[in-house]
């Protein structure tokens, strides 16, 4: 598959998480700034992954989970708050 195409997908793919990892970040940290940057850095991190798109979607929202989990945790110490 050309390389264009897998990003189109997983740009995709993301795009479909995008909000749901947001309100996940919200849920976690409680504040608006830093769920937005938690939210950010996991969906970056995750569209690093080459095969992501090739996941089934229910494997898409658990890895996504997971990183907003690890993400949330740097980017409330980063700013001095605890979680």
């Known amino acids: ?3 264009t195409a897998e990003l189109n997908q997983t740009v995709e793919a993301l795009r479909e998480l995008e909000i749901w990892s947001y309100q996940l970040a919200f849920y976690i940290l409680q504040d608006e700034r830093l769920a937005a940057e938690a939210g950010k850095q996991a969906l970056l991190a995750i569209g690093r ?3 992501f ?3 089934s ?3 898409r929202r658990d890895k ?3 990183m907003i ?3 949330a945790l740097i980017v ?3 700013s001095g ?3």
């Open 1 to 3: 598959m050309p390389l």
């Open 76 to 78: 409330s110490a980063s």
């Open 57 to 59: 979607p229910a494997e």
């Open 49 to 51: 992954e080459q095969a």
């Open 81 to 83: 708050r605890r979680s």
């Open 53 to 55: 798109h090739l996941h």
């Open 69 to 71: 989990m690890r993400k």
């Open 64 to 66: 996504v989970k997971k």
